[in-house]
Every structure is written in C-alpha cells, then in structure tokens.
C-alpha cells in the first residue's frame, strides 16, 4: 500500500520537504508565518497527488508528532469540504485557479489506505481526526462506492493482533455512525440491516473474548463495540436482533455491566479514572438498555412496526428486570463508597426512572425504593466538600456551573432529583408519604436535634431541595397543605441567616417554591420575602443570584408583596443589573423582565436609568458573544444580549401609555439601535425591530433619532437581512403614518426606498409569494396615508401589481393582496386607476380575476378593502366609465357589493360578539374590566386559555403492577 511504500522508503522529494516544512509554520506563533504556510499549502492543492501525500505524511511514524497533526487536520478539511465534487471548480470569466476537487483516483488510493492507516496509528488526537475523515467519506461513498470496506474490516477483525482489531472496530464505528439516525422509510437502511447481518455475529464474538480480559485495551475495543451497538439500535431495529441473536447480545452486554472492575487497575487521576475504558464501555451498555427500555418498551403508538412491539415484550418478559438488578448494583456501589462514575450512575438513574411507568419494572423496583432514595438518591442531592470549596474559592464558576445544562445534563445529582419528582407524580400519595417521612422525621428532625458543632448542613440543603422538588404537591395536598407555613417558619425562615452560604441560597428558592401557598400570618410572607431582599446585599455571589431568581415568584403573591418591593424597586434593579455585569446569564435578565412585567407603568421613574443599563448590558454582551473565547460562553453571552433586548421591550410596553418618556428613552438606547441594525448583529435583528416599532408607534411622533435610523433599513433588506422584510412592515408603516409630511417630502429619499422595495420583489419571478405579499402591505400603507402625494406613481404601481397577478399567480392569498394594491389604487383616486388600466386594455381582464377571487377575500379587512375599491367606481361620473363598466358591468359590481357589505355586517358581528364573551369570560373570573381594550395589540389576549392544560404537581394514583399511561411518560420524557 501506499502507507507501507512511504514507510519503507527513508528518502524524501524536494516536494514532500516543501509541504512538511509548510505544514510545521501553520502552527507558529507568528501570524505572518502562519498565513504564509497556509497559502502555500493552498497552491500545493493543484499539484496532482498532494491528498495522498497528506496521508503518507500521517502515516508516516518518522514524521514529527505535530506536523502528523497538521496533515491529517488539513487532510479532515479537504474531505469534509471537497470530497463531494467531482470536478474542479472556477468561476466563469475568473483568472483564478479553479478550487481543488479530489480526483477518481485519489479517492481511490484514500479509501484503499485510510482504514490502514488509522490501525496503524498510534496518537489518539491523528487517529480521532482519521475516524472523522472515514465518516465524512462514507457519508459520500459507502457502501456503494467503498465495497472494499467492510471485507477490509472483516478481515482485521479476524487477525489476533489486539492493535488491528482495535483499530478495524473503531474505523467501523465511524462509518455506523451514518446510520444511526437515518430513518426507515423507502427501505433507506437495507443496505445497513444487511451489514449488520454479517458483521454483528463477529463483533459479538470479539466481545465475548475480550471479556475475558482485564486490559485496558481489551476495554477499548469493549466500549467501541458497545458504542456500535447503542448507534445500531437507538433508533431502529435491524430485522437480524429479532431472530433470535438479541438474547446472546443481551447475556454479553450483562457480562460487561456486572463484571467488576479491580480498584488497583483504576488510575489515581479522576480524569483518568472516569476515562478508564471498562467503565466508558459499561456507560455505553447503560445506554443500550436505557434506550432499550425508554424506545421500545413504551405503548405502541399509530404507524409503530409489529416488530417493534414485539421486541420490547421480549425485553420487557425476559430482560428488563434482569437489567434492573445490574443497574441497582450500580447505585449499590456507590451507596457503600465504591468508585462509581458519573455517567453511568446518571443513566442507571434514568433506567429506574423509565422503569416507574411500566407495571412489571415498576413491581421489581418497589422493594428496593426506600433504599435507593434514601440512601442513594438523597446523598446524590447533597452538595459535597468539593462543592464548597470551589463557592469559596470560584464562585462565578460555581454560578455559572449551576446554570450550565451539559453540566446538569450529565449530573447524577439532577436525575435524583427528577427520579423524586417523577415517582411522586406517576406512584402516588404512598411514595409521597413514605419519602416526606424520611425527610421530615430522619434528616430534618436530626438536624435540629444535633448539637451546633455536629449539624449536617449537606443533609439539610439536600432536604430542603426535596421539599422544593415536591412543593406542586405539597401545597395540593391537604394534610401536608395545613401545614406548609410552620414547615417554611421552623426549618426554612432559619436558613436565611445560615452561616451556610449554600444554605441561605437555598432558603432562597424553596421559600419561593411556596410562594402561593396559604398564610395564615401574613406577617410571616412579609418577613421572608424582606429576608429575601436582605440576601441581595449577601457577600456571596450565589446567594444574591438565587435571592434575585426568587423575587419574581414571591411578587405572584400578589398586592401585599408588591407594596413591600415598591419602595425597594430601584434598589433590586440595582442589584439586578449588578449580577448581570459579573455573569452573563438569561435567567437574570429573565429577572428583570418580570419585575417589570409586574410593576408597569411604576417602573416609569427609572426607565431611563434601566434602559441605559440595558443598552450597556446588551452591548457587551454581544459583543463578547461575538468574541474569540470558549462556545458556552459565547452562547450564554448571546441569550444574555437577547434577554436584555427583550428586557427593554418589556419597559416599552409597560409605558406605552406615557409617550412624554419615549424621547428621553431614545436617547439612552440609540447605541443599542444603531449595533443592532447592523449587518453583524442578525441575530437579534427582530427583537430589535420590535424595539424600534413601539418608538415609532407609541412615541409622540417620529423624532430625528428615528428618522437617522431609516436608512439602515433598506441596506439590510437588500443585503444580509432580505427575508426580513415581514419584521419591517410595521416600523416602515409607523414611519409612513406617523411621519407622513417628513416621508413624502420632496427632498428625502424615503418615499423611493420604499418603491423600490415594492418593485423589485414583485418583478423578481423568485420571490415567494409571502414576500410579494409584504411588499403589498407596504403599498396599501403608502396609499393609505399618501392622498394627493402619489399621482405620478400610481400608474407603475398599478402595473406592476397586475402584471404579477396576470402571470400565473398560484398563491389565492397573494392574488387577494395584489387585487388589494389595485383596490387601493382605486380608492385613492379612481380616474387615474382606471385610466390606468384602461390603457393598457386591462380593466376586463382585472375584475375577471377579481370577481373569479371573491371568495378568497376571508377576513374582514379583505371584505372592507374590496367594498371600499369598487365602490370608488361609483364615484365616477356614469359617462367617463369604461364601456365594460356601464350597463350590466355596474350592476354585476353593484350587486357583488352589496353581497360584500351583508357579509363583512355579518363578520364584524360574530367579531363583536366574541370580544363580548371573552370579556364576560374575564369578569366571571374575577379579572374585572380591561382598560386596554382600545389598544393596537393582542397583550388583551394573552391567558385566555390559562388553566386548560394539567398543572404541575398532578399526581396520578396507578396500581404498581400496572403501566402508567403512555401520553403521561411522554410529557415527563427527559
């Protein structure tokens, strides 16, 4: 092969010099150095067989270790962006060299020595970024053009060199990753199922052998191949696991999940430990069952195939509870301090979890429930001295570890919690009771019993995250609701003065956990919720965090706890915005949106300090998601930005009402404008249109800032933002409608920009009929407002508007709106209209098409449009209509009108009628008249279904031999 002639060859051309010493800059330090490297590498892709000597080079063990790298990362790249031409690329006309394509016979000699290759190789960071290359070929190529591949594979699977074997089942792993989720419509996996058919036999062979082994290596190859097996089955069943092999599978996996891993085998590193292979692969068995149970074991469902069903009965009957007991081992060993992994102590959790909605899992789990949550699941939920230790020394990275959702993700200590949750609501009142007995009556009552020096604060922060877990539940229950006050009073109002930061944090969220639970002493919610405001000054960065997520809850407990926060209300978005600046996170923008969701127009007296605030926030935030740093950071940075923008929104509609404020906000938030529409900033575009629609509406008119503002719209419609045009509607009405004498005046370019924005899209045969309808908006608020402005535009308004509508349009609701354009045309000034189409001999043709469409015109708004169109006609002197609009032509318009008025009556009462039920709807609820009914928007609306769905803490009582209702598991499905 062509690795073997380059290893057995010690010389190397003047050629192989020049790229490994190209190939060694494009990781200096210099950044002249390293763009020179990689220009030169560029120009080597002309030279024919320069992608094969990429592959020597990585092959090549004499080759320095990082210059190994930079070959196969460039060989990666190549492949992933290349490999799917077939020929060279160029531009017409250009002088350039066409962009490299790899030929018939590189991909060849690629595809012949890459798996060799990667056997070979040694270095994980080469071999991983080979794995990568096979992926991304056999994405392309397999198996139709790569049918040497699996025979290749077969074949090193079957020497008895463990490096070989090795290296053949992680090649076969990359290229199973294709079918992993690849549907099962049109027979698309066949030729996979026929794989599987052939390769699996060996591979579970190669897992019984090394099963027999302690090696590390022995694990590897142990994990890939539990790893190719989760991958094959995930999704879909291959028709082989069903006829009878899926039993044996099942005895071997059961072999790697049980069998002991030794202590002194594991390394000290806990990096290392966590990566040793044995547990990687019992981790992926995990999953295997996991999945097995969670996908195949569920009620059937429409379009589910037989065979499905019939294989999760066959594990369900001969399986699930055998598994069970492995997982249970796992949890054992962690309960009596052995060394157990994260991950798959997580997934042996997620197991029992999907066991709860299953009678015959269910019924096997039941005697060891109290054991597993109180002496595994409950010392899951505590923190640790680790825990500690790293609030005290880091707590910006413990805050932002508490908000991280990989990090919770992959925590045992969040599915505990949600085992909890989860066997409350589907098990019952008796699992309630019998976990509440234990928190309460043991961990609880021996903290309080415990002598200072000797209290368990771990147990009782882990204690009061289950009360907090369960409070849907608590508070509905009866005998537990009659006693949540003094519960909150003894063991959480304590708490806020902890000497415990962790502790007083979490008194913090529990108490706002009961937030709407019954007080009989009003003056105990007072004193927490000021306990609560104290804690914002706390001296520890997560204390004040979860003081300030608290706030929002306690103020749904209505007037009372809005009293108390409003003299402090400039003191919390202080505090607020304080937390925003050490940690970009959404959740406490999420804060502030609420707070001023609450307080509405008294948020007034500090709208331009909090919109300033805003506007500095966001803009860092942007920019730091725009930044060179680690992926989360960047995306907790971005939904940071967007919470802010979404934050002023909430200010502008909460004083909607005061246009007098409008200006002054203006001004503090330009800067935040003026980023966000701009090219670079797309990605909060519409949040920022919104902000730019309520000044434009709400303002007392449209003020120089916003006028400075306009130009930028068409330099975004035009470029990078053209499908944004539907966002833009509304500001460019407001600035048509409200800044009428400034947009028509002869010397600004606004009138034009929006011509031009109507003409190209109707004329571009490309554009979707959505976007032909957005530009139709924008006529009917020009005609609208522009009376008298627009005399010389109406005839090129009119035929551009029929011309589309007279080619083929297939879209009836683009047809409705551009006989709207004309519609409107008409009503401005019906002479000049129908001089228009008179003209152009196209007054016939148009209300063809028009009358032919009356049915289409569904809304009110359609129906008043068209009367107001055609009625325009009557306005005409009889003698100056056109001949097809005299005589039976005006009594065929005269009586569609007629038609058109009885049922836009009939439309507006059905309306009317529905706005008086739901107003009668609100008031028997206790909501009291609106003040807003006149107002511009659906805000009037929102909650008009609230209450319909399940509420949380709904528990279902189903005997523990039966299964639990399938739309139930569906909505707790992690």
């Not at 690795?3 to 210099?30: E, F, G, I, W």
């Not at 640790?384 to 992959?410: C, G, I, M, N, S």
Request: hydrophobic share 40%; with cysteine; aromatic share 10%.
């Amino acid at each position: 092969s062509v690795v073997r002639v380059l290893r057995a060859s010690s010389k190397m051309d003047q050629q192989t010099q020049r790229v490994l010493v190209a190939l060694q800059y494009t990781m200096s330090p210099s950044m002249a150095e390293r763009t020179s490297a990689e220009s030169q590498l560029k120009q080597f892709e002309s030279v024919p067989g320069y992608v094969v000597l990429l592959l020597q080079i990585v092959g090549n063990p004499s080759v320095d270790i990082s210059v190994r790298q930079a070959a196969v990362i460039y060989l990666k790249n190549l492949i992933m962006g290349k490999w799917h031409r077939t020929t060279a690329v160029g531009s017409a006309g250009s002088t350039a060299p066409p962009e490299f394509a790899f030929s018939p016979e590189e991909k060849a000699i690629i595809r012949e020595n890459i798996v060799e290759a990667t056997c070979h190789c040694h270095i994980p960071l080469v071999r991983v970024q080979l794995g990568v290359a096979i992926q991304l070929i056999s994405l392309h190529d397999f198996p139709t053009s790569w049918p040497g591949f699996i025979p290749k594979i077969m074949a090193l699977m079957g020497t008895q060199d463990p490096a070989l074997i090795h290296g053949a089942v992680f090649c076969l792993m990359n290229v199973f990753k294709k079918y992993g989720s690849m549907p099962n419509a049109n027979n698309k996996r066949e030729p996979f199922n026929q794989i599987v058919a052939s390769v699996f036999p060996v591979l579970l062979q190669l897992l019984t052998y090394v099963n027999a082994s302690d090696s590390p290596q022995a694990g590897d190859i142990a994990r890939i191949i539990c790893k190719i097996f989760y991958s094959s089955t995930k999704r879909h069943l291959a028709p082989y696991f069903m006829e009878g092999p899926i039993n044996e599978w099942v005895a071997v996996l059961l072999h790697v999940l049980d069998r002991p891993v030794p202590p002194q085998a594991l390394p000290t590193d806990e990096r290392a430990r966590r990566n040793y292979p044995w547990w990687k692969a019992k981790k992926w068995v995990c999953h295997v069952f996991d999945k097995f149970l969670s996908r195949y074991c569920r009620k059937p469902r429409e379009g589910d195939p037989p065979e499905k069903l019939a294989f999760g009965q066959l594990f369900l009957a001969h399986h699930a509870t055998r598994v069970m007991d492995s997982m249970l081992n796992i949890l054992n060993m962690r309960r009596t301090g052995q060394y157990v992994p994260d991950m798959p102590l997580q997934i042996a959790i997620s197991y029992l979890n999907n066991s709860l909605t299953r009678g015959v899992t269910f019924t096997h789990l039941l005697p060891h429930l109290d054991i597993v949550t109180q002496e595994v699941l409950f010392p899951l939920m505590c923190l640790t001295a680790k825990d500690e230790e790293l609030w005290r020394e880091d707590p910006h990275e413990y805050a932002r570890r508490e908000f991280d959702p990989v990090h919770e993700y992959h925590n045992p200590r969040t599915a505990a919690i949600h085992f909890i949750y989860d066997m409350v609501q589907l098990r019952g009142k008796a699992r309630l009771n019998s976990f509440m007995a234990f928190i309460v009556g043991t961990v609880l009552s021996r903290y309080q019993n415990d002598p200072h020096d000797q209290k368990n604060y771990y147990e009782k922060d882990a204690a009061l995250t289950a009360i907090g877990v369960l409070a849907p539940f608590l508070k509905t229950i009866p005998e537990y609701q009659a006693n949540l006050e003094r519960m909150l009073f003894t063991h959480v109002f304590p708490e806020f003065s902890s000497p415990r930061g962790f502790l007083r944090a979490r008194a913090c969220g529990v108490f706002s956990d009961f937030h709407d639970a019954p007080f009989s002493n009003t003056e105990h919610f007072t004193g927490g919720l000021r306990a609560v405001l104290n804690l914002m000054r706390d001296p520890d960065l997560p204390v004040r965090i979860e003081a300030a997520l608290a706030i929002p809850g306690l103020l749904q407990q209505g007037d009372a706890a809005l009293a108390e926060v409003q003299p402090l209300l400039g003191f919390v978005l202080d505090e607020c915005f304080k937390l925003l600046n050490e940690i970009d996170n959404d959740d406490l923008v999420a804060i502030l949106e609420a707070i001023i969701d609450m307080f509405g127009e008294n948020i007034a007296p500090f709208a331009v300090s909090l919109c300033a605030k805003l506007s500095e926030a966001f803009l860092r935030c942007a920019v730091a998601a725009n930044g060179d740093g680690d992926g989360e950071g960047e995306d907790a940075a971005a939904l940071a930005a967007l919470g802010c923008l979404t934050a002023v929104t909430s200010v502008l509609h909460a004083l909607k009402k005061m246009p007098e404020v409008y200006p002054q906000l203006e001004h503090v938030l330009m800067p935040l404008l003026s980023f966000g529409l701009e090219a670079e900033s797309l990605q909060y575009l519409e949040e920022v249109v919104r902000i730019l629609t309520f000044f434009t509406f709400f303002g007392p008119g449209i003020t120089p800032l916003m006028w400075s503002l306009f130009p930028k719209i068409p330099v975004l419609l035009e470029g990078p933002a053209p499908d944004f045009l539907e966002q833009f509607l509304n500001p460019i009405d407001n600035y048509i409608s409200r800044g009428t004498d400034q947009f028509f005046a002869p010397d600004t370019p606004y009138l034009n920009v929006v011509l031009n924005i109507y003409y190209k899209t109707l004329k571009d045969p490309t554009s979707a009929p959505t976007e032909c309808g957005d530009a139709c908006q924008l006529m009917e608020s020009l005609l609208l407002s522009g009376r008298g402005r627009l005399d010389s535009y109406v005839p090129a308004i009119m035929q551009v508007a029929v011309e589309r509508l007279t080619s083929g349009c297939r879209s009836p609701a683009l047809r409705v709106l551009l006989l709207e354009v004309i519609a409107h045309c008409l009503y401005y000034n019906p002479t000049l209209a129908v001089w228009a189409l008179e003209s152009h001999h196209l007054t016939a043709p148009v209300l063809k098409i028009w009358f032919d469409n009356l049915s289409n015109f569904k809304r009110l708004h359609d129906k008043k449009v068209c009367v107001l169109g055609l009625s325009s006609l009557l306005s005409l002197p009889y003698a100056n209509l056109p001949p097809v609009l005299q005589g039976p032509g005006l009594q065929h318009i005269i009586a569609g009108l007629i038609n058109f008025c009885a049922e836009a009556e009939k439309m507006k009462k059905e309306i009317d009628d529905e706005v008086k039920l739901y107003k009668d709807q609100r008031a028997s609820l206790g909501h009291g008249d609106d003040d807003d009914d006149d107002d511009d928007d659906d805000d009037d609306f929102d909650g008009l279904f609230d209450g319909y769905e399940g509420e949380p803490g709904t528990m279902v009582e189903v005997p523990d031999d039966q299964d639990v209702d399938d739309d139930l598991e569906e909505s707790i499905d992690k």
